[in-house]
C-alpha cells in the first residue's frame, strides 16, 4: 500500500502565500499521478491540481495562474505552491496518489485564508 502524509497548512491573510508538501511512503513505484483536492465546510472535494510521473499538470480553473504543482520522484515528494490566496481557497487540502495498486488519501491539512 501507499501512505501519504501531508503538512504545510495553516492560516494566512488574502494575497499571502503557503506551500503544501507530500511525502509518499510504502509501495510508492506503484505510483502514476499525484495530486491535491480540496473540499470546504458544505461542499463537494474538488480537484485542485493534478501532475503525472512525467510532471504533466492539470488545474481547476479557480487556481490557474495562482498555484502550481510540482513533484519530486526523487524523494517521493509533490508540492503545492500557492501565492495570492483568497478566502475562497480557505478548505481542507488532500493529497492523493493512483497508480498500479489503486488510489490513496492523505489525512489532509486545514487551510485558512483569511479576508
Known amino acids: 500500500q501507499v501512505q501519504l502524509v501531508e503538512s504545510g497548512g495553516g492560516l494566512v491573510q488574502a494575497g499571502g502565500s503557503l506551500r503544501l508538501s507530500c511525502v509518499a511512503s510504502?509501495?510508492?513505484?506503484?505510483?502514476?499521478?499525484m495530486g491535491w483536492y480540496r473540499q470546504a465546510p458544505g461542499k463537494q472535494r474538488e480537484l485542485v491540481a493534478t501532475?503525472?510521473?512525467?510532471?504533466?499538470?492539470t488545474y481547476a480553473d479557480s487556481v490557474k495562474g495562482r498555484f502550481t504543482i510540482s513533484r519530486d520522484n526523487a524523494k517521493n515528494t509533490v508540492y503545492l505552491q500557492m501565492n495570492s490566496l483568497k478566502p475562497e481557497d480557505t478548505a481542507v487540502y488532500y493529497c492523493?496518489?493512483?497508480?498500479?495498486?489503486?488510489?490513496?488519501w492523505g489525512q489532509g491539512t486545514q487551510v485558512t485564508v483569511s479576508s
Open positions: 510504502g509501495r510508492t513505484f506503484s505510483i502514476i499521478n
Open positions: 501532475i503525472t510521473r512525467g510532471t504533466s499538470t
Open positions: 492523493n496518489a493512483n497508480g498500479y495498486l489503486g488510489e490513496f
